[in-house]
């Protein structure tokens, strides 16, 4: 129990910490989008889903492997991930945005492929971001696109 409070906590200080402030939020949500983002008001709940997925993978992680390694792999995947929107909007380059998240989306392919082998239901549960990541990715280039 102790390792599942331990994993939300440095998960809350990262999230709560690499966030944008509130003026680079603005200029972010004022750029313009692709007509096909039809789905945005969703993101949020995507990755909460994701995130969640990321802290039950971590754990199960941990429960079988005991790994400081694979810790640090779940924590430069979550600080990846969370720096996605602070770089674009502390840099005002959406192309930086672009690369840290094909970044991401390889790094998570490769803690992907290491947990497979200490637990296949928390590689599983890394699988929703896999999914979501070039997703987020190519909204981010089809945005720069649109806001050059």
Known sequence: MLAALVILLV????VGGLNPGRDDLTWFMRLRRPRWLVF?????????????C???????????SWSGLLMGGYLAQLLLVQSYTLL???????GNGTAIGFGGWVWGIAL??????????AAALLVPY??????????TWQMRQLNR
Do not use: D, H, K
């Open 40 to 52: 945005e008001g969703w993101i949020p709940v995507i990755w909460l889903v994701i995130y969640g």
């Open 11 to 14: 998960m809350a200080v990262v």
């Open 112 to 121: 992907t492929m290491a947990v497979v082998r200490q637990s296949p239901a």
């Open 88 to 94: 674009i909007c502390r840099s005002r380059s959406l």
């Open 54 to 64: 990321f802290f039950v993978s971590a754990w199960l992680t941990w429960q079988s």
């Open 130 to 139: 896999l999914v979501w990541s070039p997703v987020g990715t190519w909204v």
